[in-house]
């Protein structure tokens, strides 16, 4: 504590500009060990100017309750249980698993389907049961609830579906416009691949097909500052060998847990989420974005969940927000943030 002062001091005198602590509360469909959304959180989680006020989890990628036991297990892996986690939606709020394997009858097979595709109370935990507990607050109220507690402090960072977030907007009408910004991993554009899930249907992003009318609610919301992360800008990136490797040298907690519990081959490995934390610390990793209207599809037909985008020009006579969309990456820049933070000892707060 005194050395912490000491330095503050030392800043003040020098007259050099102190940066203010930086609060987000981190949705996250919590699968793992591993994978892009446990790595997003150790990001965030490692970054000594972020307070990470709690994780929220919502079924997404994996179910739940699982992906509570994987965050907690986290946590308590690196150190950090003083951040808690709170349990969110255990699915969307209009689609369902039945309806869409209707739809893949109707309409074509869906390519993913996140927690749809496994077992429901999987508990298999490769690293270990954690030994602590959710939270008792539900992840909507605990939103509501910072957001009032700091106003204009807290960034809302959504990795996953959007439920819990659109029942936090559904239940208080203030809390768009209470938080800071919005950052999301989410939507599709135009992306340049020929990957099996966009090369037919580039609008097509999981997270927001898997639970369309939260995206769309939340899209609606007035927040003061909205961030996409595409599908355009995460199929840039990747988690190349010399990161891991990179990694793979350090005797950091953080460091040995994306080691150990990456995927092989680590070239199938996209940055999704993390490149959407990446970019909140460091916004200078995005080199292009455009600044459009967005919205996604309700309509329960084949484009069911595809994300839209207008101009000033085309866009339709209801309430619809611009978003920074962000299109493209400094690849060199993000692997480094990423190796410089899982590489750095934990910080304590």
């Not at 793992?32 to 997404?60: F, N, Y």
């Not at 595409?230 to 907690?253: F, Q, Y």
Request: charged share 20%; hydrophobic share 45%.
């Amino acid at each position: 504590m005194l050395k912490s002062l000491g330095w503050l001091l030392l800043l003040l005198l020098l007259n050099i500009p102190v940066q203010a602590q930086r609060y987000v509360i981190a949705d996250q469909d919590a699968a793992g060990p591993g994978g892009s959304g446990m790595t997003s959180l150790l990001v965030l989680l490692q970054s000594p100017d972020v307070k990470v006020l709690g994780i929220t989890v919502v079924t997404g990628d994996g179910w739940r309750d699982p992906e509570v036991a994987h965050a907690l297990r986290l946590l308590e892996i690196i150190g950090r249980t003083d951040v808690r986690v709170y349990a969110g939606a255990l699915g969307p709020l209009v689609r369902t698993q039945e309806w869409t394997a209707l739809a893949d009858q109707m309409y074509g097979r869906s390519t993913y389907k996140g927690a749809w595709g496994n077992v429901l109370g999987d508990d298999t935990m490769p690293e270990g049961k954690p030994t602590t507990k959710a939270a008792e607050e539900d992840a909507a109220h605990f939103m509501i609830r910072m957001v009032h507690q700091y106003p204009h402090r807290v960034t809302i960072y959504a990795a996953g579906p959007l439920t819990n977030v659109a029942l936090a907007v559904s239940l208080d009408s203030q809390f768009a416009e209470l938080a800071q910004e919005l950052v999301v991993m989410g939507g599709s554009l135009n992306p340049q691949t020929e990957a099996a899930e966009w090369s037919t249907d580039p609008r097509h992003e999981f997270n927001f097909w898997f639970d369309p009318e939260a995206a769309s609610i939340v899209l609606k919301a007035r927040w003061p500052k909205i961030s996409v992360t595409t599908i355009d800008a995460s199929l840039t990136t990747r988690l190349e060998p010399e990161v891991l490797d990179g990694l793979a040298n350090s005797k950091a907690v953080a460091a040995q847990y994306v080691v150990r519990y990456t995927r092989r081959p680590v070239t199938i490995n996209y940055l999704w989420d993390e490149l959407a934390a990446a970019a909140w610390l460091d916004p200078s990793i995005i080199t292009r974005e455009r600044f459009v209207y967005m919205d996604v599809n309700i309509d329960h037909g084949a484009n069911y969940g595809d994300t839209l985008t207008y101009t000033d020009n085309t866009r339709p006579k209801i309430t619809l927000q611009k978003v920074h969309a962000q299109m493209d990456v400094d690849l060199p820049r993000l692997q480094q943030l990423l190796i410089r933070l899982l590489c750095s000892e934990t910080p304590k707060q």
